[in-house]
Nanobody, 122 residues
């Protein structure tokens, strides 16, 4: 089992940057692909980025590609999301998820953190 705790959210002006962290507990972190999703008010949770167990493979939603970077530190059991050139439409609660198989569908992820709010102001 994996417990996840996100941090690093906040209010940032358009064009600004933030780095989110997701700290995991449990001995099997290395076995899980990790992903970031976000959810805006009144909308469904949407895929942002995913990283493989080793960190060698990543994938991004088209809306964030080139602006966001996902990475992981297996020794520290932490996954990160570097966000640059933030836009108001990036606003939402950002969640990290863990699953044995990497994917882009939120319904397939077994474990979730509580989320961290990111607000991009215009």
């Amino acid at each position: 089992q994996v417990q996840l705790v996100e941090s690093g959210g906040g209010l940032v002006q358009a064009g600004g940057s933030l780095r989110l962290s997701c700290a995991a507990s449990g001995r099997t972190f290395n076995n899980y692909a990790m992903a970031w999703f976000r959810q805006a008010p009144g909308k469904e949770r949407e895929f942002v980025a995913v990283i493989s167990t080793s960190g060698s493979s990543t994938a991004y939603a088209p809306s964030v590609k080139g602006r966001f970077t996902i990475s992981r530190d297996n020794a520290e059991k932490t996954v990160y999301l570097e966000m640059h050139s933030l836009k108001p439409e990036d606003t939402g609660v950002y969640y990290c998820g863990a699953n044995l198989v990497a994917g882009t569908a939120a319904r397939k992820y077994c474990y979730w953190g509580q989320g961290t709010q990111v607000t991009g102001s215009s």
